[in-house]
């Protein structure tokens, strides 16, 4: 059965994440769910909106939501964190009334309420499931060790989040485990990757980012395993930089969650998008391929 | 009726917000009131006299004291009554302190409302009727519920005053959390050498009936005569033939089952004495790793058992016993520590409880007194306190300090340093609590002579690199983040209610708060009881509490009942309700909602109707709110004398 849901790419979807969104469209395609688009989307703010107003940032989310309504679905699904944070967080917020008009007298049209909001691996397992991602798997992962890594903003705070443990989450442990690759124990899965200081202070995300890299590592993982474009920014693109303060050059893929289900249910390359990776994972997938056949 | 008015000053509690000659004056005007006047102090022995004389020298045949909670004074007033020849509930009292004078400023709007409050007070007073209570048996035997030791100390209280006890603990021994630790503070004695002693009296008293492995079924009656049901467990082994001899410990092949008194640090035997001291020492086989009982054959403790004890037909027996007190003493839980995500306690094995701590430091323990890691049995030099885990937080529901996690976590600090000369420890901390004798001066003693160090903050995070554990929290003195590379973490899990305590405090008909802590009758003056009489009180059931104080609150519970049953006779509560039969329907409505099960059907002349079983009545009134007939009135608040007061609030 196919399952409509509203989806809304995020602007890093247009640039610097697109193999993400190439690959959430692809995998979600073939496990039936059906991604519409919202028409005339617009930037959610991130964080620069919510740190300047809390109204301006959840009327820019609100817009989006209320499109959803328009569209006549009641659940979107965004694969970008900070994006899913921000609807959230607004839609939390309208909850009150008192901001509610106040948000509202920002818009064309009112947000009313009816939305649920959530990430493309939440749809993913809640709509989908891992025992239907098991029975797609083409080319299992077997023998690929992986370190899941959730980001800091994916399930916190949990009462506005709303999805698996905000400290030791499993969900994409379990769909890469379903994809039959070994997930190997990571501890610092839910820390702080630096974000956005990777322009104003470079040094502190190479201290944060270099040691979450370095656990990857010392956990025996091949590949660490992604569901937010600013942490695989920080974690593919800065690894040169990284090395210095960490004395580790760095060669670890950086891969997109996404990218290996299609990958092992055997969606063509060209869909996944593993061209526009820094550090390339081809080695490793290659070494797959081959234990397979 | 000639009613007396009494407007009490309080000093300036009342005096200072209420004009009391105006509201005596006012109250000269209602009906019937043959005097009206003010008191600095009436419940002062002369405010009371005044009250006598009034009574004998003017008549007067109702009294009406305005003045504080009836909670406070009530029973004082209506002695005073008494004792000038007035039948005692024929007096009101209005509560112009908490109600009014303590809750405004306006002294005019409070001196009104004051004097609305006696015009009521008068109207009911008006409507009252002599009441007089029935004289009943006690039955003088108490039962305990728990065995740690504010159990054990209030059975052998109670058993010395010359009073049987039946004293039922749930674990297959008595000894409670303080059998479970290696030492105690502020003296750093040996806990079991103190407590073993009081076990092997609980034993031995002729008084005492211990019955372990034991919970309460159910509880009937009223105080002075509770029937109780209790479910004794199958053991699988006769304990009038078990020794406790140990042999069927050394050859049980089966060595899977959870170890409960050694806090789940390994496992232990299927059939299982908990530890050497223990009270009663019998066996006790736990059919969920029992070979026997999982694959059908083994029967090996039954092939070595010197005397036969072993009896795996064995069935749940439930026992009834005859009491006239129930002293509860259920004590507390620890914290699941596992709730708390960034801790990783139940993902690392060497992140542990201070529980599981005290029996790795406990000579009976599992590591035989040697502080050894869970995961590689390597002795750690690095140890991390945490404390406040699962205390003081909101986010988890957990509010409320434990009271004593900073004076043991103390104490193994110094054990740390005791056992492990080259150790380093570390203690993370929000405020050091220890108001107790001795008390701040041992958590000083951690710190100066035995350095350990000690950081003002939370640890954010806990995780393993290597062999080590990094824990990560803010030094909030120096304003900067820390690391400690660790090699055990100890946490210091807070105390919550014990397991199914809601379900016990529902059997004994007894309040319990959101956390489930039973709630005594009065958090100052009435600490061991609870306002259903006749139940009391020990330890840290009413909430979390040290061995001192679990031990005075036991001596406590003790006594109270010692004083009940220095009584051969009671007397009941007259203000219960009744069932006008002529009105009553049928309907049994009210039996349906009895919190007491204290209303019963009976049949009358063919027609179904309801009857107030009046030792078992509360007098809580809802029944009479239930009734659509009104037949169920409780005395000395009937539906006319509620009305006659919202009608003397209501007039204009």
Known sequence: MIKQLAYYPGCSSLGTSREYDMSTRAVCELLGLDLKEIPDWSCCGSSPAHSFDHSLSAALSARNLALVETMGLDMVATPCPSCLSNLKTSSHRMQRETFRDKVNLLLDKPYMGSVKSMSVLQALIEQVGTDTIAAMVAQPLTGLKLAPFYGCIMNRPSEIMEFDDPENPTSMDRILTALGAEVVPFPLKVECCGASYGVPFKDIVAKLSGKLLSCALDAGAEAVVVACPMCQMNLDLRQKQLAKPAGVNFEIPVVYFTQLMGFAMGLPESRLGFDKLCVSPALLLSRTLAAAS | ?652
Not at chain 2, 166 to 195: H, N, Q, W, Y
Not at chain 2, 531 to 545: D, E
């Open chain 2, 1 to 652: 009726m000639r009613i007396g008015v009494f407007v009490c000053h309080c000093g300036s509690n009342i005096e200072g917000t209420v004009d009391t000659a105006a509201v005596a004056r006012a109250a000269l005007g209602f009906p019937e009131v043959a005097l009206a006047t003010d008191a600095m102090y009436t419940c002062s022995e002369p405010g009371q006299d005044a009250i006598v004389q009034a009574i004998r020298e003017k008549g007067l045949s109702g009294i009406v004291v305005a003045s504080c909670s009836p909670r406070m004074h009530e029973n004082t007033f209506r002695r005073a009554v008494e004792r000038a020849g007035l039948n005692r509930y024929m007096f009101e009292m209005a509560n112009i302190r908490e109600h009014v004078s303590w809750i405004g400023k306006d002294r005019e709007a409070n001196t009104n409302k004051a004097t609305e409050l006696v015009r009521m007070a008068v109207e009911k007073l008006r409507r009252n009727t002599p009441l007089f209570s029935n004289k009943f048996d006690v039955t003088k035997r108490v039962l305990v519920i728990g065995g740690g030791v504010a159990g054990i100390q209030a059975a052998l209280d109670c058993a010395e005053g010359g009073k049987e006890v039946v004293l039922v603990e749930r674990e297959s021994s008595i000894g409670g959390k303080m059998a479970k630790l290696d030492k105690t503070f502020p003296t750093v004695d040996c806990s079991s050498c103190i407590l073993g002693p009081k076990m092997v009296d609980v034993a031995q008293h002729p008084n005492i009936k211990l019955l372990a492995c034991t919970e309460l079924k159910s509880v009937g009656g009223y105080v002075g005569n509770f029937q109780v049901e209790l479910r004794k467990k199958a053991t699988y082994v006769d304990w009038t033939k078990c020794t406790g001899c140990g042999q069927c410990m050394e050859k049980c092949p089966s060595k899977k089952s959870e170890d409960r008194f050694n806090e789940r640090i390994g496992v232990t035997t299927a059939i299982n004495i908990p530890f050497p001291q223990a009270i009663p020492k019998k066996a006790v086989i736990d059919p969920a790793s029992c070979r026997h009982f999982l694959k059908g054959k083994c029967g090996v403790c039954a092939k070595v058992c010197p005397t036969g004890a072993i009896d795996y037909e064995m069935k749940e027996e439930v026992l009834t016993e005859q009491v006239g007190a129930i002293i509860a003493a259920t004590g507390y839980d620890v914290f699941d520590i596992s709730k708390i995500g960034e801790y990783g306690a139940g993902r690392y094995p060497d992140v542990i409880t201070s529980l599981q701590y005290e029996r790795l430091l406990s000579a009976s323990g599992p590591t035989g007194g040697h502080i050894k890691r869970p995961s590689d049995g390597a002795e750690p030099k690095t140890i991390v306190f945490v404390q406040c885990v699962g205390s003081r937080d909101k986010s988890l529901g957990r509010p409320y300090c434990s009271g004593f996690c900073c004076m043991y976590t103390a104490k193994q600090a110094i054990l740390t340093r005791d056992h492990i000369p080259d150790s380093q420890v570390f203690v993370f901390y929000m405020d050091i609590r220890a108001p107790g004798k001795l008390y701040d001066e041992f958590t000083r003693r951690a710190m100066e002579e035995y350095g350990a160090r000690y950081i003002r903050g939370r640890v954010a995070m806990v995780y393993p690199q290597g062999s080590k554990y990094i824990v990560r929290g803010a030094d909030t003195l120096l304003g900067t983040n820390v690391e400690i590379e660790a090699d055990l973490v100890v946490l210091a899990a807070g105390a919550e209610a014990a397991a199914g305590a809601p379900a016990l405090a529902e059997k004994l008909r007894i309040s319990y708060d959101p956390y489930g802590f039973f709630v005594e009758s009065h958090p100052k003056l009435r600490p061991v009881e609870t306002n259903t009489a006749g139940v009391y009180l020990a330890g840290s059931c009413q909430g979390p509490k040290d061995i001192p104080s679990s031990v005075a609150q036991g001596s406590a519970a003790a006594a109270k009942v010692l004083a009940l049953f220095s009584k051969d006779k009671l007397e009941s509560d007259p203000q219960i309700s009744r069932v006008d039969i002529k009105r009553c329907v049928g309907c049994g409505k009210c039996i349906l909602t009895c919190p007491y099960g204290a209303i019963k059907k009976i049949d009358f002349r063919g027609e179904p109707k309801a009857e107030v079983v009046a030792t078992v009545c509360q007098g809580c009134g809802i029944c009479t709110s239930t009734c659509p007939q009104g037949a169920a009135q409780l005395a000395h608040f009937t539906d006319d004398q509620i009305l006659a007061e919202v009608n003397a609030l209501c007039r204009f």
